[in-house]
C-alpha cells in the first residue's frame, strides 16, 4: 500500500504543468482566476493546443485519439488544469458525447464526429433535461418519430449549457412512446442550424447567460444519427451518466480557489487588519482545506478501485465525491463573498463584457464574487442533486 | 407581555400591505428595476400618501409619531415585496439621524419635505478599508470657519445615486480607527466636489461609489467630535428595520418553497411527499421563526437606554437573523431546484436579497466576534 | 405589541427567587449545579416545600390545588426553578396524571390521588412505550382484560424514568385487541406494590440508572382505577402529550448550564490561559446564548398566543421549542465536557454515591461533564424524536 | 499509488480478525472491563502470539519490523473491537519512544519484553493546566549525579494502573511553556516515590492520576534539554493509529445503525424505509469515508521528513477524524433510538470510545486552531 505518486508520475506532473505555463495564455489565466467562464475563444484556443499536444481527450483510448493514459496521469491533468486554472478540455465533447459514440457508434459516426469533437471544430451541447423532467430524467417527453429515413423531433430541452455556443446537441428522445418509462428512449445527434430549432436564453439569478431553453418544432434528423439501437438510448444515457468517475471532486479547482481566497483575504481589511488574520475566517479555511484534504485521498481511493475494476457500471463511490466535491466548492465560493465585503455586492457583468456599471466603484479583486456565490449554488442542484446523491448511497451502498 | 397590534398598527400594516399587493407584482418590481433610478417614484408618491416616508417622526414635526413596532411592520411588508425604494436609507436611517442628531431648526426644514416625498437621503459610511467597522474612518473633516470641509471616499452608499443629501461620516480627530473624533455631516449631494458613480447591486438595490474633494458641509448632526453614539444608535434602528425585512423576504421564500414543493412532480409524486425535503422545509421553518423572534426582539431592544446593552442586543439580533437568512435563502433555492436559479423566478431574488441584507452594517459572524468579545448574553454564576 | 414583562411579573419573578433563595436547600442546589439529578429525598423535601407555598401544582387551576397562575407566572416560576437550579415539580405528578385526572377522573379520583400527588406522597411514574412502540406509540401491546371488578394486566412496559422510585403507575394498555391501532386503548391507574409488578433497571450509556422496564405479570387492576372510559384511553394520552406546551424549550436550565459553562471555562486553562478567552469556544457559546435568546422569544410568544387559545389542541409550535430546545441543552452538554478536557473521562459514579473511582484524579467541577453529555443525546430522542417533530411540522404546519 | 495490502499485510489483518472474532464479543468485552486489570491478560498473550507487541520494532532487536502501515491495520481491527488492552500506550507510543528516543542497549533489554508481553508502558503527559499542549509542563526534573529526580503530577496517564513503567514528560529547563527544555524519562512504575491512583475512563478503558515525589528515572529517552521534537514524533505516530482505531469503530457503529434500520419496524414499515433516515445513513457513510482516507493519509503523512510538514498533516488528520467520529457516533444513537442508549447495547460503547478517541492528545478544534496558525494546507497563491 503507498499512496504516494510514483517517480513517473511525479515527471509527469512537472510536464503537464510546465506546457501550461507555456502555452496558456495570459488573457485566459486571469479571466478565470477572476472567477469568470472562459470565453468560447479561449475555450476553443485552448482545445486546439492541447489537441496539437495529443492531449484533447485525457480520457479515451489511444485508437480514438486519446494520450493512453493511467487514471492516474488522468487525475493528474485534470488537477493541473484546474488549478493554473486553465479551461479543461470541453466536456460535452470528451466527457459526454464523445465516449458514447466511442462505446456505442458506428465507424462511419467515429470517423466523422471524433476528430472534429478533438479538436474542437464542433462544439457540442446535452439535451437531457426538460421542463418536466429534472432529477427525474428519465420522464421525459420530446418525441421523434421515424418517417423514412428521418426522424421528426418536436419538443422542449431545457438547461442546455452553451448552446449558444455549440454546433451539434447530442439529444435524449423518445421514440416509442408506448413503452415503460425508461425504455423507448433513443440517443439522437442532432445539427443545431437544422430548421426547426430554436435557442432561447435563460438568464441565471446573478445575471450570467449559461443555460439556455431548445425548443424542437418538426426537426428532421437523418437516421444515421441515430447512436446505437432505436429505443436503446437509456444505455447510452447511464453509460454517459456513469462515466463521470471522479470529475466532480474538482479537487484541483478547490485548491486554485482557497488559493485565490487566502491572498483576497490578505488584501481585504477586518477590524484593521488583513481579515486572513482574523481566527475566525482562518478556521472556516482551514476547515475546507482538511475536508478537500480528505476529498483528495478520497478521489485517489476511487482511482485505484477503478484501475482494476473491469465492469463500466457506476462506481457508487462517486456519490461521496459529488456531495463532499460540490460542498466544498460552495463554501469557497461563500468564503470568497464574504472575503470581499460590501464591494462583493456591485452586479457586474457576468460576461465580462463590461456594460460601465463596475468601473471603478469597487476593488477588481472583489467584483463579480456575490455573482459566483449565487451561480454556484446550482452545483448541489446539477449533475444529479445532492438529495439524489443520497438516495443513490442509501439504496446502492447501504441496500436501505 | 403583549404582541398583539393596537387598531392602528393594524391599519398600518394592511395599508402597506394592499399597496405593495397592488403594485409590487414580480413583474412590477422588474420594471421599477429598469428605470434611471431602479424603483418607482410612483410607489414612492404613495408611500408618502399612506404617511410611511414621515412614520418616525413626531407628529408636531410633520411625522406620524411611529416608533420601532411601526417600522418593523413596515419593514416586514416591505421584505415581503423585496421593494427598492429608498425608504430604508430615508426614513430609518436619515430619519433617526435627524431624530437624534438634528437641531429642531434643521429638522424642521427637512422632515415636511421628507415626509412628502421631496427629499431622499443616503448614509455614506463604507470606506474600502472598514468592512463592518463603524469606527473606521479616513475620510477627513476639516474645521473652516463655521462649517466643515470633507475629504474622501465612501463605498456602497445606498441610493447614494438618487439622494438629494449624503450623511456622511468624518473624521474630525485621532487616527483611522479612533472611537472619538468621528463626525456626522450632512452634504448635499449635488454639492461642488461630490463625485457619485452609482451602479446597481446584486440584490436589485442602487449604490453609488461618492468621492468628497473639499466638499462643504452644510450642518452638523450630533457632536462632530465624538459621533460614534450617534451613529450607533442610528445603526442600532437600521438593523432592526433589517430584522424585520429579513423576516419577511424569508416568510416569502419559504411559502414559495413549500408550495412548489405541493405541485412540482418527479417520480410520479409531488417532491414535497419526499420526507427528506419535507424536514428540509420543516428546518426552514425553524429558522424562520427563531428569526421572527429576534425581530420582535429587536424592535425592544432598539429602545433599551444603556447603549452598551442595546449594542449586544442588537449583535444577538444580526447573528441569529443573519444564520436564518442563511440557511433559509439557500434551502429555498435547493428545493426548488434549477427554476429558483433563473433570474425569471422570483425565489432567487428573494435569496440575493437575504443573502445581502445579513451582511448590512456586519453579517452574523461579524457580530458573533463582537458579542463574544463584550461578554454574551449571559453572565457567568 | 409589549414584549416585556408587566410591573407585577417582575415582581412575582422577584418572589419566587426570594423564596428559592431562602427555602432551596444548600446540598441540593449544589447537587444539580454539578449537573447531578435530585435525589429521590431532595426532590420530596422540596415539593412539600413548594405544596405548602401553594405552588406544587403551577398549571392546575385553582379548584384543584393550583396557584391560579397566568401562563407568564408559570412560565417565569419555572424559569427560576431551572436556572437556580431547583428541581422542578414532578413532572409525572403535575404534569403529566394530575391534569389527565383533572381532566378525565371521577370526583372520587380526583379526591383520591390530585391531593397526594401535590404533596409527593405518592411518587408517579409512566406507562407508555414498549419495546415495540417507540416513536409508534400506539402500537403498544399490553394487554388489559376485564375479568370482574378487575381489570388483569400482562404485558412490558419500558423506557419507565424512575419507576424505582415509584408508589404508582399510569398505564396505556389494550382493552380491544380487535379495534383498530388507537381505538381500544384505554388509560389505567396502578398500584406499584400490586403483586405481579416486576422493575429491571435499565443502565443508561454513561451508567446512570434513571429508566426502567416494568413488567406485568397477571396485575390485577380494579376498575375504579380505569380512567375515562374504556377504550379511549387514546384521548388521555393525546391530551396528555399535547400538554407538553413549553416545558421541553428548558429556557431556563440551558441559561442556568451556559453559566456553569463559563465558570468551568475560566477555571479550565487551555493555550496556557483560560479557556474562556479562546475566540473559538467563545465563539460556540455565544452562537448557543443566541439561539437561547431567540428561543426564550419564541417561548413568550408561544405563551401569548395560548392565552388567547380556547380550545385544548396542542400548539404545532411547541414542535419548534423542543426541536431547538433540546439541540441547545445538547450543545450545552457537549462543551460543558469539552471545557473539561481529560479530566471529564473520569467514569464518575452518576449516581453520585460514589465508588472511589473519582477520588482525587480530577478537578471537581470536571467530573461527570463526560457522562452528561451521554446521557442527553436522549433529549433528541425521547418526548418525540425530533424526526417527529419534523414530520408533525411538515404536516400540521406547512401540508405536506 | 498503490492501496493493494501485500500478502504479509493482509496475513497480519486477518489474524487479529480472526482474534478479536473469538475473544472480543460484546459480552466477552464487558467481563474483562469488570477484571483487575480492566482488560484481557489472556487476549494481551494472544497479541504477543501473533506477533502484534513486537510489530513496530526492528527485527533484529525481536520485533517484527512493521511500519505504518501495519500499524493502521491492527489499529483499524481493534477500533472494531473497540479492545481494552494497552496496545497504543505500549506499542505505538511506548514502541515510538523507544525507536526513536533509546539507545540500543536499551532496547536490547526491553523490546524482547515488551514482545513477549511481559512489559507494559505508560505515557505521563497530561497535567491539570496542560490541556492538549504537549510542551505545556510543570513536572520537574532536576540532574542528580548522572540522572534525574522528577517532581510532579500527571493526569488521564492511559493504563497507568497496570504498565511497569512510566514514560515521564518533566522540565528540565525553562518555563511552563517553553517549548525547550523539556525532557523524556523512563521511569519504575513502582519506584519510591511514585503514588499511582487508578481509574475507568468514560470509554471503558483504564486510566491513572500519577504523583511523583523525587522519583529517579531509570533512563532518558532522546535529549533531556530538548525532548518536545521526540514527544512530537511520538504523539504522530499515536494520531496515525487513532484514526485507524476511530475508523474501525465508526465503521462499526455505521453498519450496526444501518442493520438496525433494516430490522426495527415502526408504523408498519423498518425505519429503514424513511428517507430522512436514509439520508443522515447516507451522510454518516460520507463522513466515514472521509474518515478513511484521512486515516490512510495520515499512515502516509507520519513519515513524512519534515516535523512541522508532519504535525500539520496529522493536524488535517485529527480534524477530519474528529469531526467524522463525532458526526457518526452521535447519529448512530440517534438512528438507534432509545435502545442505544442503553448499557446493554454495543452501539453507545461505539460512541464513547469515538468521543474519547477524538479529544486524546487534542481534539479537532484544538488541531482546527493550530493549523490556523501554522498557515493550513494550501498556501497563498
Not at chain 1, 503507498?2 to 495564455?25: Q, S, W, Y
Not at chain 1, 459514440?101 to 457540442?124: C, S, V, Y
Not at chain 2, 429638522?107 to 448614509?123: D, Q, S
Amino acid at each position: 500500500m503507498d499512496l504516494r505518486f510514483t517517480e513517473e508520475e511525479i515527471a509527469f506532473r512537472k510536464e503537464v504543468r510546465d506546457f501550461i505555463a507555456r502555452e496558456l495564455p495570459a488573457a485566459t489565466r486571469e479571466r478565470m482566476i477572476a472567477g469568470k467562464s472562459p470565453t468560447k475563444e479561449q475555450v476553443v484556443e485552448w482545445q486546439r493546443k492541447l489537441n496539437a499536444k495529443g492531449w484533447a481527450a485525457p480520457e479515451w483510448p489511444k485508437e480514438a485519439g486519446g494520450p493512453g493514459w493511467t487514471l492516474a496521469q488522468r487525475y493528474i491533468f485534470r488537477e493541473e488544469l484546474q488549478q493554473a486554472p486553465a479551461p479543461s478540455p470541453l466536456g460535452f465533447n470528451i466527457n459526454m458525447c464523445g465516449p458514447v459514440i466511442i462505446e456505442f457508434g458506428t465507424e462511419a459516426q467515429k470517423k466523422r464526429f471524433l476528430p472534429r469533437m478533438l479538436n474542437l471544430d464542433d462544439w457540442w451541447c446535452q439535451g437531457f433535461s426538460e421542463p418536466g423532467a429534472g432529477s427525474d430524467l428519465a420522464g421525459l417527453k420530446t418525441r421523434a418519430v421515424r418517417e423514412g429515413d428521418h426522424y421528426v423531433v418536436n419538443g422542449q430541452k431545457t438547461w442546455t449549457t452553451l448552446a449558444q455556443h455549440a454546433d451539434w446537441i447530442f439529444l435524449l428522445v423518445r421514440t416509442d412512446p408506448n413503452a415503460k418509462k425508461q425504455e423507448g428512449i433513443s440517443f439522437l445527434l442532432v445539427d443545431m442550424k437544422t430548421p426547426g430549432i430554436t435557442v432561447r436564453p435563460i438568464i441565471t439569478i446573478e445575471g450570467g447567460h449559461e443555460v439556455n431553453e431548445v425548443f424542437f418544432d418538426d426537426v428532421k434528423v437523418p437516421v444515421e444519427n441515430l447512436v446505437g439501437e432505436e429505443n436503446k438510448g437509456w444505455d447510452c444515457a447511464k453509460f454517459l451518466l456513469g462515466n463521470e468517475r471522479f470529475g466532480q471532486a474538482r479537487v484541483g479547482a478547490s485548491r486554485e480557489r482557497i488559493r485565490r481566497l487566502k491572498v483576497i483575504a490578505q488584501e481585504s481589511m477586518d477590524g484593521g487588519r488583513p481579515l486572513m488574520e482574523d481566527p475566525d475566517f482562518r478556521r472556516k479555511v482551514t476547515e475546507i482545506e482538511v475536508e478537500l484534504k480528505a476529498l483528495e485521498m478520497t478521489v485517489m481511493r476511487v482511482i485505484a478501485t477503478e484501475t482494476k475494476r473491469k465492469d463500466k457500471k457506476p462506481d457508487p463511490a462517486t456519490s461521496v465525491l459529488k456531495i463532499k466535491g460540490t460542498e466544498i466548492q460552495q463554501m469557497c465560493s461563500e468564503l470568497l463573498m464574504k472575503a470581499a465585503g460590501p464591494y462583493a455586492w456591485v452586479d457586474g457583468d457576468p460576461e465580462g463584457e463590461g456594460d460601465g456599471n463596475e468601473v471603478d466603484v469597487a476593488p477588481d479583486w472583489a467584483l463579480g464574487l456575490a455573482g459566483i456565490y449565487f451561480n454556484w449554488r446550482k452545483q448541489s442542484i446539477y449533475g444529479g442533486s445532492n438529495e439524489i446523491q443520497r438516495n443513490i448511497m442509501a439504496k446502492a451502498f447501504l441496500g436501505l | 407581555m403583549d404582541f398583539d397590534l393596537s387598531e392602528e398598527q393594524r391599519l398600518l400594516q394592511d395599508s402597506v400591505a394592499k399597496l405593495l399587493a397592488d403594485k409590487y407584482g414580480f413583474e412590477q418590481r422588474k420594471a421599477y428595476m429598469k428605470t434611471k433610478e431602479g424603483w418607482s417614484t410612483e410607489v414612492w408618491s404613495q408611500m408618502a400618501e399612506l404617511g410611511l416616508l414621515g412614520l418616525p417622526f413626531a407628529e408636531d414635526e410633520g411625522g406620524f409619531g411611529g416608533g420601532a413596532v411601526e417600522t418593523l411592520l413596515v419593514a416586514e411588508q416591505l421584505g415581503r415585496a423585496i421593494a427598492l425604494e429608498p425608504w430604508l436609507t430615508t426614513v430609518v436611517i436619515g430619519g433617526s439621524f435627524l431624530r437624534n442628531g438634528a437641531s429642531a431648526e434643521l429638522r424642521g426644514a427637512l422632515v415636511p419635505k421628507i415626509a412628502a416625498g421631496e427629499l431622499k437621503l443616503a448614509f455614506a459610511q463604507v470606506e474600502r478599508q472598514s468592512r463592518y467597522d463603524l469606527f473606521d474612518v479616513l475620510t477627513s473633516a476639516k474645521k473652516d470657519g463655521s462649517g466643515y470641509v470633507l475629504n474622501g471616499r465612501k463605498g456602497y452608499v445606498v441610493h447614494g445615486d438618487s439622494a438629494e443629501k449624503l450623511i456622511v461620516t468624518a473624521r474630525t480627530a485621532g487616527g483611522q480607527r479612533d472611537l472619538k473624533g468621528i463626525g456626522v455631516f450632512l452634504v448635499d449631494a449635488n454639492a461642488p466636489g461630490v463625485q457619485r458613480r452609482g451602479y446597481r447591486t446584486v440584490d436589485g438595490q442602487r449604490a453609488a461609489e461618492v468621492e468628497l474633494s473639499d466638499v462643504r458641509a452644510e450642518a452638523v448632526l450630533g457632536n462632530p467630535e465624538n459621533g460614534l453614539p450617534l451613529v450607533d444608535q442610528v445603526v442600532d434602528e437600521a438593523i432592526a428595520a433589517l430584522a424585520g425585512e429579513a423576516v419577511g423576504a424569508m416568510q416569502v421564500a419559504h411559502d414559495m418553497t413549500v408550495d412548489y414543493m405541493k405541485t412540482r412532480q418527479q417520480f410520479g409524486r409531488p417532491i414535497g411527499s419526499f420526507q427528506a425535503l419535507q424536514h428540509r422545509a420543516a428546518d426552514m421553518l425553524v429558522a424562520l421563526e427563531q428569526a421572527r423572534s429576534m425581530s420582535l426582539f429587536a424592535a425592544m431592544a432598539v429602545a433599551e437606554r444603556d447603549p452598551a446593552e442595546r449594542r449586544k442586543s442588537m449583535a444577538a439580533v444580526k447573528v441569529q437573523v443573519g444564520r436564518s437568512a442563511r440557511f433559509v435563502g439557500q434551502q429555498s433555492i435547493q428545493l426548488h431546484g434549477g427554476i429558483a436559479m433563473t433570474m425569471e423566478y422570483a425565489c432567487g431574488h428573494y435569496f440575493k436579497r437575504l443573502t445581502v441584507n445579513d451582511a448590512m452594517f456586519g453579517d452574523a459572524d461579524h457580530y458573533v466576534r463582537y458579542l463574544s468579545d463584550t461578554g454574551g448574553l449571559v453572565q457567568a454564576a
